[in-house]
């Protein structure tokens, strides 16, 4: 899934990656993402293939701030 290059404002690099390998689980969701300059989010439920009745899926939320370089912000 990639960003909108127009509502971001970015070019490349910068943002986030979230790897989930196919021994955890198969079944990932993407329930969330969002992007503008100052902040990216990325919101994924994952149903692991070792789950119990009471876990559901795990949620993971990961957020990027990029460094901007100016202090006084």
């Known amino acids: 899934m990639d960003r909108d290059l127009i509502s971001s404002a970015k070019n490349c690099g910068e943002g986030i990656l979230l790897y989930v390998d196919k021994k ?3 079944n990932c969701l993407v329930l969330n993402s969002y992007c ?3 902040l990216e ?3 994924v439920k994952i149903n692991l293939h070792w ?3 009471e876990i559901n899926g795990i949620f993971i939320i990961s957020c990027y701030a990029p460094f901007t370089g100016e202090s006084s912000k």
Do not use: E, I, V
């Open 51 to 53: 789950k119990s009745r």
């Open 24 to 26: 955890w689980a198969t």
């Open 36 to 38: 503008d300059p100052s």
């Open 41 to 43: 989010m990325l919101t």
